[in-house]
C-alpha cells in the first residue's frame, strides 16, 4: 500500500487546456516534491515544497503544498505536447529520510 | 559528471536463479535507495541507506538484499529470483539531512524473470 494517492491516474488533453493533478496522504511530510518522468528513463525534479501552504510557480507549472503538509496539487495552465509524460510526487519522512513516491499520473497532451 | 550508474541495464533470469544489479553515484551522496516501478504503481521503496555500514527496509523489501560498503556504491541482490520480481528497478541518490534536498536517478535495469 502506498502512502501517497495520485489522481486522476491518466489524463488525455488538447493542448491548449488547463488541468491540476492532485497527491494525497494521510501523513505529514517534512517536504513535498514532483518529478517527471520520460519513457526509458528516471524521474527528473522539477520543484519541492517544503512550508505548509507554500505555492511555487514554474512557468505554466503551479505547485502547491497543503497546509497540513499532507498534500499538494500541480496545475498546469495550456498544457503543450511537450509537457506528455509521467508525473510523480514524493513525499520524504521526518526523522527516517525515505522518499516515498506517489501512484503517478499519465498525462498525454495531443496537438 | 556520471551521476548514478546502474548496470545492467536489461536482464533476463531462470526462476531461482541470484544476481546483484549494480548503483555507483560520484556526488558523494550519504542517501542512497532502490526502488522498483511496475505498470500503474509509481516507484515503491525497496532498501535505502543513510551512510556507509547503515541500511534499512523500505515498503517492499522482501526477496531482496542491500549492503552499503563504500558511500559511492548499493548493489541490490536478488537471492532467489521470482516472476513477481519481474519490474524496472531505479537507483537514486540524495544528500541527507536536507528536507528539500533532490534525488538523482539512474535510468533504470530492467528485470524479466520467467
Known amino acids: 500500500t502506498q502512502l501517497l494517492e495520485q489522481s486522476p491516474q491518466f489524463l488525455s488533453i488538447q493542448e491548449g487546456e488547463n488541468l491540476t493533478v492532485y497527491c494525497n496522504s494521510s501523513?505529514?511530510?517534512?517536504?513535498l516534491q514532483w518529478y517527471r518522468q520520460e519513457p526509458g528513463e528516471g524521474p527528473v525534479l522539477l520543484v519541492t515544497v517544503v512550508t505548509g501552504g507554500e505555492v511555487k510557480k514554474l512557468k505554466r507549472l503551479t505547485f502547491q503544498f497543503g497546509d497540513a503538509r499532507k498534500d499538494s496539487s500541480l496545475h498546469i495552465t495550456a498544457a503543450q505536447p511537450g509537457d506528455t509524460g509521467l508525473y510523480l510526487c514524493?513525499?520524504?519522512?521526518?526523522?527516517?529520510?525515505?522518499?516515498?513516491f506517489g501512484t503517478g499520473t499519465r498525462l498525454q497532451v495531443f496537438p | 559528471n556520471a551521476g548514478v550508474t546502474q548496470t545492467p541495464k536489461f536482464q533476463v533470469l531462470k526462476t531461482g536463479q541470484s544476481m546483484t544489479l549494480q548503483c555507483a553515484q560520484d556526488m558523494n551522496h550519504e542517501y542512497m535507495s532502490w526502488y522498483r516501478q511496475d505498470p500503474g504503481m509509481g516507484l515503491r521503496l525497496i532498501h535505502y541507506?543513510?551512510?556507509?555500514?547503515?541500511?534499512d527496509q523500505g515498503e517492499v523489501p522482501n526477496g531482496y538484499n542491500v549492503s552499503r560498503s563504500t558511500t559511492e556504491d548499493f548493489p541490490l541482490r536478488l537471492l532467489s529470483a521470482a516472476p513477481s520480481q519481474t519490474s524496472v528497478y531505479f537507483c537514486?541518490?540524495?544528500?541527507?539531512?536536507?528536507?528539500?534536498?533532490?534525488?538523482?536517478f539512474g535510468q533504470g535495469t530492467r528485470l524479466t524473470v520467467v
Open positions: 541507506s543513510v551512510g556507509a555500514g547503515i541500511t
Open positions: 537514486a541518490s540524495s544528500r541527507v539531512g536536507l528536507s528539500n534536498t533532490e534525488a538523482f
Open positions: 514524493a513525499g520524504r519522512t521526518y526523522n527516517t529520510d525515505k522518499l516515498i
Open positions: 501523513s505529514v511530510f517534512s517536504s
